[in-house]
């Protein structure tokens, strides 16, 4: 097995929204805002080469919206997803799943283009299956209110009228809140093999139903943290952000991983910070904390 990061572009998000009750003067510590209150965001996917599958997590938001729609999120840097795939020396066309943690416009945006003509929409990855799970769909194309701007219709359903769609089983979860010891006990209960080549925690917190996958490279436990830990700056327990739909199950969720993230040597792959790619997690009087930091040349050379 062999893995590389993926740099789909990077944009730039409100910082209210991203901390929600966390007051400015305690998260522009570790993630700054311009002048309009924005801190940088990566939309950083993972390539999974083994054998002859080529699996990739996550797409990014694609660039198939408008002007108006991408001038809210103000893109920077000149990252793309063919740019990247290129720099490693594959195409769009070698990969054969594509698997989303969740389906939020800026985690599967990419996975759908314009078709030639531009008068309808099809697979980005057309020799790819698409990953998601039921429940996770289900509340995807009947989305609430909250989430319905986040659920585009474009980005979704043309997975499913094209076939190439399919759904990883769930588990039932415990969303008890536990101490490390509890957490190692219960491991075996949340991390659940799926038919792609690692494990997934599935989380409630921030959507139904998102997927974080586990697996290890090189002797190392790694985690594809989604929107369960978004940046550093979320590592403190109450730092949850605004986006999450149930926020009170996101703080169990964030402490049992985290508790056997800093047991375990979990060394945590950051999809949403544009400065710290990768980072190990350590214990501390005052909860799980930030240990060290990583850029992925520096593990795995």
Known sequence: MKLYPIESGNFKLDGGAMFGVVPKSLWARTNPADSNNMIDIAARCLLIENGDRLTLVDTGMGDKQSDKFFGYYFQWGDDSIDKSLKAHGFHRDDVTDVFMTHLHFDHCGGSIQWNKDRTGYEPA???????????????????????????????ILPMEKSGQLKFVSQPELSLTSATPSEAN?????????????????????????????????????????????????????????????????????????????????????????????????KHTEKGVRLNERFTWNELFN
Do not use: C
Request: glycine fraction near 4%; charge should be negative.
């Open 125 to 155: 990855f057309k020799n790819a299956s698409f990953w998601s799970n039921k429940a996770h769909w289900q509340w995807a194309t009947q989305p609430n209110k909250r989430e319905k701007a986040s659920f585009l219709k474009e980005n």
């Open 185 to 281: 006990q219960e491991k075996k209960d949340w991390l659940k093999e799926s038919p792609l080549d690692f494990g997934i925690f599935f989380a409630d917190g921030h959507t139904d139903k998102q997927m974080i996958p586990l697996l290890e490279y090189q002797g190392k436990k790694i985690a594809f943290m989604a929107d369960l830990l978004p940046t550093v700056g979320h590592l403190p327990l109450p730092f949850v952000m605004g986006y999450d739909t149930r926020p009170l199950l996101t703080l169990p969720e964030k402490e049992k991983f985290l508790n056997v993230a800093a047991d375990e040597d979990y060394y945590l792959f950051l999809e949403h910070d544009a400065h710290n790619p990768i980072i190990t997690v």
